[in-house]
């Protein structure tokens, strides 16, 4: 199996409705039709990278693409934690984590994307609250970031909801036009007193040193 070879392909994070997993290659060709079937109003753009702007087909080849990317170059001291999100069997989106010289920074980045079908459930919420229980829980994590436009009320208040505080803001051009974006910050103190969703992990400890926490095996 592949995971034996590189462990973090077994790592499994399991909350009440959700599974978060890398990908295998099924799941992706899974998440890019989730992707085609939309992911945000065609007038909005709520990512920097409006990669979403894109005819279906080269949409889908982009999305397998970025996470075969993502994958490949996987180092303890930058690696992207790309987790495809499972509802009920079906991947309908992505819940990334990132970091860089974690051993020693002990901060992540997390971001994300959900089809539209599966908007509004309450799910965003979910599938973040996993990641952070993995930065925080397992690997010991003292700070994650995150950002959102200023129109993008969802990503807004699930960070408001897992205790995020507001740390700043930035302009940045979006389809060629000024965008404000808010910065969040959530500290380990923060985010013991939101924890409010279950979350189990299979398959962490072979992992540990891939996140920078141990030495890699000969």
Same mark, same amino acid.
């Given at each position: 199996?592949?995971?034996?070879?590189?462990?973090?392909?077994?790592?499994?994070?399991?909350?009440?409705?959700?599974?978060?997993?890398?990908?295998?290659?099924?799941?992706?060709?899974?998440?890019?039709?989730?992707?085609?079937?939309?992911?945000?109003?065609?007038?909005?753009?709520?990512?920097?990278?409006p990669w979403t702007d894109q005819t279906p087909r080269r949409l889908a080849l982009g999305v397998i693409q970025h996470n075969w990317s993502s994958m490949a170059s996987w180092t303890p001291e930058k690696?992207?934690?790309?987790?495809?999100?499972?509802?009920?069997?079906?991947?309908?989106?992505?819940?990334?984590?990132?970091?860089?010289?974690?051993?020693?920074?002990?901060?992540?980045?997390?971001?994300?994307?959900?089809?539209?079908?599966?908007?509004?459930?309450?799910?965003?919420?979910?599938?973040?609250?996993?990641?952070?229980?993995?930065?925080?829980?397992?690997?010991?994590?003292?700070?994650?970031?995150?950002?959102?436009?200023?129109?993008?009320?969802?990503?807004?208040?699930?960070?408001?909801?897992?205790?995020?505080?507001?740390?700043?803001? *930035?302009?940045?051009?979006? =389809?060629? &036009?000024? #965008?404000?974006? $808010? %910065?969040?910050? /959530?500290? *380990?103190?923060?985010?013991? =007193?939101? &924890?409010? #969703?279950?979350? $189990? %992990?299979?398959? /962490?400890?072979?992992?540990?040193?891939?996140?920078?926490?141990?030495?890699?095996?000969?």
């Amino acid at each position: 199996m592949i995971a034996e070879h590189f462990p973090p392909m077994g790592l499994r994070l399991n909350t009440p409705r959700l599974q978060l997993r890398m990908p295998s290659d099924d799941d992706l060709a899974r998440l890019a039709e989730a992707a085609v079937s939309g992911v945000h109003e065609p007038e909005r753009m709520p990512f920097i990278v409006p990669w979403t702007d894109q005819t279906p087909r080269r949409l889908a080849l982009g999305v397998i693409q970025h996470n075969w990317s993502s994958m490949a170059s996987w180092t303890p001291e930058k690696w992207t934690f790309n987790a495809v999100v499972v509802h009920e069997g079906t991947v309908i989106g992505v819940q990334d984590m990132t970091a860089k010289d974690f051993a020693v920074a002990r901060q992540v980045g997390t971001g994300s994307w959900l089809a539209r079908s599966h908007q509004g459930m309450g799910l965003g919420t979910e599938m973040r609250a996993a990641v952070l229980h993995l930065a925080f829980g397992c690997l010991g994590a003292d700070a994650a970031v995150s950002e959102a436009f200023q129109d993008s009320e969802a990503s807004h208040g699930v960070s408001r909801r897992l205790g995020y505080r507001p740390d700043g803001s *930035r302009l940045v051009a979006v =389809r060629g &036009r000024q #965008v404000s974006e $808010t %910065v969040y910050r /959530l500290t *380990r103190q923060d985010w013991e =007193r939101h &924890r409010t #969703v279950p979350v $189990t %992990v299979e398959g /962490l400890e072979p992992c540990l040193p891939y996140f920078g926490l141990g030495e890699l095996p000969d």
